[in-house]
């Protein structure tokens, strides 16, 4: 890969990041808190949390068996997206590449950050060739947008594919893992030591079960990830996320128990839609949801609605044409959606 320092913009290099309060005094023992214009009553919603999140990072690291100096957490993933052209893209000069389809926020914070975004289809099995995402680069190319499993196809990409891409690219490639603890794939957050211009990206959303925390992850070399932290803002991960996460990583075994159950469901569920007359079949996945092609996506997804079952209508999405994506849920909530469709006379 080319050097750090040619990647990052030149203006974040020089970057002089604010000063937390909670920075200065770090490494000793402190008891009157007169720094930060805080009210010093309604202890502890009052003080400012802590803005690296070390006690929480050494949680997630007992966990995801990651060191905490190669970890930014976000207010959701989309921070560390949106950092991600923050730090490298220059708006109207750089570009990235993405597959298709695959998340909208990586088009979206592109378009935010005024950067070009260069899709390229996924083949017709939804999988990858790194040839076409490398021909796809040029010199003003950052990232590499990979996101496996894949949203919304639910599969995991070819892992060979994944890394000739990596060693392919002198830019940084970014790997969305959001869903890969329903996966039995080899996280590549686990190669960061192997490659350098590695992101990996990660959530509490899913598997946890904490999508209203807000809290997502990303994974990097500690080079890439002191950058972050200079461009973050101060106190981007309130208190109450952190308090909730490491509540939540006290019981990882309770957050297995769910998966299990989730993947027993996902099962369940795709099989019967299989059976539906208003189905023409389902693809693989290696996530908790699963792309099922329909006879007519936007009239079952208008008669879902109507029994208050909602799903999300994919059909606009490129070469998703008539797809619903069907998130896994409970045991009464998949037994509803199904008795619905098998009900379902519209075509």
């Not at 999508?211 to 992850?217: D, N, Q």
Request: charged share 25%.
């Amino acid at each position: 890969m080319k050097s750090l320092n040619s990647l990052v913009r030149k203006n974040i290099l020089s970057l002089a990041p604010y000063t937390c309060a909670r920075n200065e005094y770090n490494g000793h023992e402190a008891k009157v808190f007169l720094d930060a214009n805080e009210n010093p009553f309604n202890n502890p919603l009052n003080r400012y949390p802590d803005p690296l999140q070390l006690e929480l990072k050494a949680k997630i690291a007992k966990v995801k068996h990651v060191s905490p100096e190669c970890m930014f957490l976000g207010n959701g993933s989309d921070e560390a997206i949106d950092l991600c052209y923050r730090v490298f893209c220059e708006p109207r000069i750089d570009n990235v590449v993405a597959i298709e389809p695959t998340y909208g926020m990586y088009r979206v914070c592109a378009d935010i950050n005024d950067v070009e975004y260069r899709a390229v289809d996924l083949e017709g099995n939804f999988q990858i060739k790194a040839d076409k995402l490398l021909d796809a680069c040029d010199n003003h190319t950052k990232l590499i947008w990979i996101c496996s499993p894949n949203n919304p196809t639910g599969n995991n990409l070819d892992r060979d594919e994944i890394e000739k891409v990596i060693n392919g690219f002198d830019g940084m490639v970014v790997v969305d893992e959001a869903y890969s603890d329903f996966s039995k794939v080899k996280p590549f957050r686990a190669e960061l030591e192997r490659y350098p211009n590695l992101i990996v990206l990660n959530t509490m959303s899913k598997a946890w079960g904490c999508a209203a925390i807000r809290l997502g992850m990303a994974f990097a070399g500690k080079e890439v990830i002191d950058i972050f932290n200079k461009v973050k803002y101060p106190y981007n991960v309130n208190y109450l996320t952190q308090l909730k996460a490491m509540e939540m990583l006290s019981d990882p075994f309770e957050v297995e128990q769910w998966i299990d159950v989730l993947l027993t469901e996902r099962t369940r569920t795709m099989k019967a839609f299989v059976e539906l007359a208003c189905c023409h079949g389902v693809y693989p996945t290696d996530a908790n949801f699963f792309l099922a092609k329909m006879t007519n996506a936007q009239k079952i997804y208008d008669y879902l609605v109507e029994k208050g079952i909602i799903v999300r209508n994919r059909t606009r999405v490129k070469l998703c044409n008539d797809c619903l994506r069907i998130t896994v849920g409970t045991k009464s909530e998949n037994t509803a959606l199904i008795a619905a469709l098998r009900q379902y006379t519209g075509d």
